[in-house]
T-cell receptor, first 115, second 115 residues
Framework: DTAVSQTPKYLVTQMGNDKSIKCEQN?????MYWYKQDSKKFLKIMFS???????INETVPNRFSPKSPDKAHLNLHINSLELGDSAVYFC??????????????FGSGTRLTVV | AQSVTQLDSHVSVSEGTPVLLRCNYS??????LFWYVQHPNKGLQLLLK??????LVKGINGFEAEFKKSETSFHLTKPSAHMSDAAEYFC?????????????FGQGTTLQVKP
């Protein structure tokens, strides 16, 4: 079983569209994250949720809205997609109650291409 | 604030020769440091982590790293490179200032292994 799974793996869409990326973890972790990897492979955190509560929001445009229906899921919805949103988006999870960054696990990524 | 600097954007070695990927960190706290590897079009895999225990950390696939506080370094080494080691390597520090396990990534080092 995949520990942190993201869908879809690839997403190609036109500018102006709205799209969602889904993430699920079966590790029982209490914290989930979204990271963005740009074309130069630089990775930076976007959001973090702990027990469904938004903890980190790193100056991401309002067009990006994370949603956590429960501890095992963290979805990323993007409105009015722009060319600059093209990137690889990684979901991750950890069990913060056991220590900072305990069991940190990444998903395999979603490659978003906006045309 | 915590940060990491990877001193080489690209390293090229011959198969069977040693690998050295350099990383310096900056942290006001006792840091937690990690090395992650990303193979082409793949997700992120944890190689090893330092969390204030032994300063010499052994990881998977023969990699190891040494935490040197006096030099604020956490260089990654391997005695003998394999072709399968060709990938992108990230030095990472865990942010201790927030409430959750935010990871701060270096810019990455591309390791090329020549036959």
């Amino acid at each position: 079983d995949t520990a942190v799974s993201q869908t879809p793996k690839y997403l190609v869409t036109q500018m102006g569209n709205d799209k969602s990326i889904k993430c699920e973890q079966n590790l029982g972790h209490d914290t989930m994250y979204w990271y963005k990897q740009d074309s130069k492979k630089f990775l930076k955190i976007m959001f973090s949720y702990n027990n469904k509560e938004l903890i980190i929001n790193e100056t991401v445009p309002n067009r990006f809205s994370p949603k956590s229906p429960d501890k095992a899921h963290l979805n990323l919805h993007i409105n009015s997609l722009e060319l600059g949103d093209s990137a690889v988006y990684f979901c991750a999870s950890s069990q913060e109650s056991k220590g900072r960054g305990y069991g940190y696990t990444f998903g395999s990524g979603t490659r978003l291409t906006v045309v | 604030a915590q940060s990491v600097t990877q001193l080489d954007s690209h390293v090229s070695v011959s198969e069977g020769t040693p690998v050295l990927l350099r990383c310096n960190y900056s942290s006001s706290y006792s840091p937690s440091l990690f090395w992650y590897v990303q193979h082409p079009n793949k997700g992120l895999q944890l190689l090893l982590k330092y969390t204030s225990a032994a300063t010499l950390v052994k990881g998977i696939n023969g990699f190891e790293a040494e935490f040197k506080k006096s030099e604020t370094s956490f260089h990654l080494t391997k005695p003998s490179a394999h072709m399968s080691d060709a990938a992108e390597y990230f030095c990472v520090v865990s942010d201790r200032t927030g409430n959750t396990g935010k990871l701060i990534f270096g810019q990455g080092t591309t390791l090329q292994v020549k036959p």
